[in-house]
């Protein structure tokens, strides 16, 4: 049995952790949760989204699963998610986009990797209004987070048969900042001979994806351009409601979907639980639990070629609930 922080978040996160739990619980999954509310719901009461027992119970598992939390957007407090990965320094993101059968998209033979770099970069929160007129955000690039961002990348490559690792950047622009970036990058692939190294500005990846997808392997970016690309490529294969993500560290792992909390649709029962079942189903893999593990993906994937029962987001009309039954039927 292993002890596995479960932050179930807010907006559709509650609803989407209960099927995904059920279906983890009717797989035989040996795992205890530990439940550590966070986010817009625990404000009033311990006076901070993210409370020091969580960062605590996450160091204390070293694992974690995550439902998506809100932020709110303007003055307020800091994302739990920017929080999160920078407490436990998981400098990893890690966003598999593969075409699945049975979801319909424009594009085939989507098969690639994102690894965004998960601590600096714009997301530092070095920010400050010069005056009424002009705000001012510092973007960050350091040679260790670089690096080891780098290093990530291409030992993933190197472990999963992976043949070609892009670095992202806009080094025409930003010279000293992507420049250090791209240096880092070109520097690890050295070690590396067998992966095949290649370079791409931001703007030319985001038409090439829209073009021809296939052609991509594993992109390691920056932090914003991860964040941005990811969306991109989670439309690439059916939208957010599929798209998994896990964040790693040397000493903790986070997994969670790559989508927000979609107040517009919560409390309806029409959110769909995939992208996080499928970044559960990598955390039971990572916790060494890999026969659940493909039985749960086997039940998920059988349901989604069946397609009776799709949720809104992927044309169908089923709710939560249905959907949930279902891979549990078909386990
Ligand atoms: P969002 O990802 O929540 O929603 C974008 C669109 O996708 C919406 O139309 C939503 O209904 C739809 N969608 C997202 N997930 C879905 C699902 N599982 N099933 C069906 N439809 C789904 O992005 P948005 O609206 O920009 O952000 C909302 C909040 O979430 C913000 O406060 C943001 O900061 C937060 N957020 C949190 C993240 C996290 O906790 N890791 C990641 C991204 C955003």
Redesign the pocket.
């Known amino acids: 049995m292993q002890t596995v922080t479960l932050i179930p978040?807010d907006?559709?996160g509650p609803e989407?952790t209960d099927s995904v739990i059920q279906i983890l619980k009717a797989a035989g999954a040996q795992i205890e949760w530990e439940i550590q509310t966070a986010g817009s719901d625990v404000i009033e009461t311990e006076g901070t989204p993210l409370p020091e027992r969580v960062i605590e119970s996450i160091k204390k598992n070293k694992v974690a699963l995550?439902?998506?939390?809100?932020?709110?957007?303007g003055k307020g407090f800091r994302?739990?998610?920017v929080q999160l990965r920078k407490s436990l320094d998981l400098y990893a993101n890690l966003r598999p986009c593969k075409n699945i059968a049975g979801i319909k998209t424009k594009f085939e033979n989507v098969d690639l990797v994102i690894v965004r770099e998960n601590t600096e970069d714009l997301y530092a929160g070095i920010e400050r209004q010069i005056d009424e007129d002009t705000a001012e955000s510092i973007k960050i690039i350091t040679r260790k987070a670089s690096l080891r961002i780098a290093e990530f990348a291409f030992e993933y490559a190197l472990k999963n048969n992976r043949k070609t690792v892009h670095a992202v950047s806009k080094a025409n622009i930003c010279k000293l900042t992507d420049g250090l970036f791209l240096n880092c990058s070109r520097e690890i692939s050295q070690k590396y001979p067998q992966i095949e190294y290649k370079e791409i500005l931001v703007d030319n990846l985001c038409m090439q994806l829209v073009q021809k997808p296939e052609q991509f392997d594993v992109l390691v970016l920056p932090n914003l351009y991860g964040d941005i690309v990811s969306d991109l490529c989670a439309g690439l294969i059916g939208?957010?409601?599929i798209a998994q993500g896990a964040n790693i560290g040397l000493n903790a792992a986070v997994f969670?979907?790559?989508?927000?909390?979609?107040?517009?649709?919560k409390g309806q029962n029409?959110?769909?639980?995939?992208?996080?079942l499928l970044s559960a189903i990598e955390m039971l893999k990572y916790i060494n639990q890999k026969d659940i593990a493909q039985k749960i993906e086997n039940a998920l994937f059988k349901t989604l070629k069946e397609g009776r029962f799709l949720?809104?987001?992927l044309g169908g009309s089923a709710t939560t609930l249905e959907y949930t039954k279902q891979i549990i039927s078909n386990l």
């Open positions: 978040g907006g559709i989407i995550k439902a998506p939390v809100t932020t709110p957007i994302s739990v998610n939208g957010l409601g969670e979907p790559v989508h927000g909390s979609a107040p517009d649709i029409k959110a769909n639980p995939t992208a996080l949720t809104a987001d």
